[in-house]
Structures are given as structure tokens and as C-alpha cells.
């Protein structure tokens, strides 16, 4: 029987070290992460989504650390999974960076209409209608 991980509230669940798990930011992380880089939390949010400079891989990866924190993880733990992750898997960190601070501001009825839309069948768009048009002419005559 297969079980399927749901991400807990304001988290994201992600395949890390081989394994799928939790993560949280929450303010006492958040709040680290300000300490740590001595950067505003709003600052790395508005990198992240492109409006600012570029983030830097450091904290990407110290997000992400975090956020194996707030999801259960031992500091350590957290630190050695992102540690492991080579260079080459920076991109991807930074998509899950994305996610995860996404996560924190998408609420449960949000997140339960997007359940709701990734289930459904997609909408068409509405059809392309010709219309007649009158010439130069035949407008002057009118």
C-alpha cells in the first residue's frame, strides 16, 4: 500500500539523503537565519523570487538546513544532508529555498484550491471568434 508524505502547515515535503522529509520555517528559524547572515528574512525573499540580487548559495542551503530543523531534524543531521549535497545540486536547493519560504505565506484553503485544481481537468480556453470586418468603404456608408 503506498503512503503518500503530505507537507505539514507552512512546509514542504522534499527528497533529501535519500529520503522524503519535512520542512518548516518557522520564526525561530527564521529568525536564526537573520542572526547567522545578519541579512533581513525579506531581503532573501525578494532575491529568491527576483526581485533583488541573485541569492547566494550560502543561504540557500542554510534555508534548507533550517528547514530540516523545523521539520524535526537534530542541527547536525540537518547541517551534514545539505553538507553531502554536491555543487552540482545547487539549482535545485534554490528551487526548493523558493518553495519552501512560498510555503510559509500560502495559506490552507490555498493550498487545499491548488489540491483542488491539480486534480482537475484543465480549463480550455476560450475559442478565437472572427469577426467580419467592415472596410474603409463600407464604414463611410454606414
Do not use: W
Not at 534555508?63 to 530543523?69: E, H, R, S, T
Amino acid at each position: 500500500m503506498p503512503i503518500t508524505a503530505s507537507a505539514p502547515a507552512g512546509g514542504t515535503i522534499e527528497q533529501l539523503g535519500g529520503e522524503s522529509r519535512p520542512l518548516v520555517l518557522r520564526n525561530g528559524e527564521i529568525e536564526r537565519f537573520e542572526r547567522q547572515h545578519n541579512i533581513g528574512f525579506f531581503t532573501v525573499v525578494e532575491s529568491l523570487f527576483g526581485k533583488g540580487d541573485a541569492p547566494q548559495v550560502r543561504h540557500c542551503r542554510d534555508l534548507i538546513a533550517l528547514g530540516l530543523v523545523g521539520g524535526g531534524l537534530p542541527d547536525r543531521t540537518a547541517d551534514k544532508i545539505v553538507d553531502d549535497l554536491p555543487p552540482h545540486e545547487n539549482p535545485r536547493i534554490r528551487s526548493m529555498a523558493m518553495d519552501l519560504v512560498g510555503a510559509i505565506y500560502l495559506s490552507e484553503e490555498d493550498k487545499k484550491k491548488d489540491a483542488e485544481l491539480a486534480g482537475s481537468s484543465p480549463k480550455t480556453g476560450r475559442k478565437a471568434t472572427t469577426r467580419k470586418r467592415k472596410s474603409k468603404a463600407q464604414s463611410l456608408q454606414d
